[in-house]
């Protein structure tokens, strides 16, 4: 059984620098974050997994604004990952979009992904990092079977803390 784990993340575990995601969140519902900077021949590589470009258009088709977080100078690419977990990027969500909105958005692309038969083995990750009212970044995390993650995605609970007693709490800073 999946459950949400709610924590704060540190910089550290961030793949781009904080003014990268502050530029990117200026103009922007929702910025997706790139796995992890590369060099490749002297090039600053920035990649993103190939279901980012169907998730962008997902989100902007349901009226939201979307942006990639790559730092000045570095370049895109894309790549297909062959492991038996599906790991979504981490999004960052800006504190005008509720929690619950975000989840339930994921949820649902998801869902139009793997469902309404998903394979019984097929297990995903989602990372969602919501904006807080006083600037910090809080880390949402769910991993497990596909209809798991995407039943925790939904609970009306998100919103108002009622899933509390399975989330542990780590702050990442003040953001913008």
Known sequence: MAGLERRFLPNADLSVDRHVLEQAAATADFVVLP???????GNRIAPFR?????LRGY???????????VPEGAETAAYQEHAADWVLPIVLF???????????????????????????????????????????LEMLEARGKVEDVVRVL?????????????FESKHFGPFG
């Open 94 to 136: 800006t504190v005008g979009i509720p929690v619950s909105v975000a989840c339930n958005l994921f949820a649902n692309w998801i869902w139009s992904r793997v469902g309404p038969e998903p394979d019984s083995d097929a297990t995903v990750h989602v990372r969602l990092a919501p904006e807080l009212s006083d600037g910090t």
């Open 154 to 166: 939904r609970e009306p609970q998100l919103e108002s803390g009622g899933l509390t007693s399975i």
């Open 50 to 54: 190939r279901e980012v470009q169907q």
């Open 59 to 69: 989100i902007r088709e349901r009226g939201h604004t979307v942006a990639l977080a």
């Open 35 to 41: 796995e992890r900077m590369r060099e490749v021949r």
